[in-house]
Nanobody, 122 residues
Framework: QVQLVESGGGLVQPGGSLRLSCTAS??????TAWYRQAPGKEREFVAD????????YYVDSVRGRFTISRDNAKNPVYLQMNSLKPEDTAVYLC?????????????????WGQGTQVTVSS
């Protein structure tokens, strides 16, 4: 079972930036995805990245503002978030080891982190 730890959340003003990190246990590289869940809303897919980092995919609402990346010499998967908007406020969670095909990521039920809170507010 893979264990995940997210970090990097915080309070930022609209237009600001944050970088989130998702660190998985062990040394295996997994296809990984970021999701977010706002209060009263369902969990929403944000972005995914292949095990090698060769392909990435984004939900339309963050494309051009967020960048998912990984350094395959190191463990974490990053989510660089720029031009943040109040509607980006949510708990951000990562999932790793799921099934990724043609940009669609199917999460692994037992591989969620605890999440990190992102609040965008003036």
């Amino acid at each position: 079972q893979v264990q995940l730890v997210e970090s990097g959340g915080g309070l930022v003003q609209p237009g600001g930036s944050l970088r989130l990190s998702c660190t998985a246990s062990g040394n295996t590289l997994y296809p990984t995805a970021w999701y977010r869940q706002a209060p009263g809303k369902e969990r929403e897919f944000v972005a995914d990245i292949a095990r090698t980092g060769a392909s990435v995919y984004y939900v339309d609402s963050v494309r051009g503002r967020f960048t998912i990346s990984r350094d395959n010499a190191k463990n974490p998967v990053y989510l660089q978030m720029n031009s943040l908007k109040p509607e980006d406020t949510a708990v951000y969670l990562c999932n790793a080891g799921g099934y990724l095909t043609q940009g669609t990521y199917y999460p692994r039920d037992d591989a969620w982190g605890q999440g990190t809170q992102v609040t965008v507010s003036s």
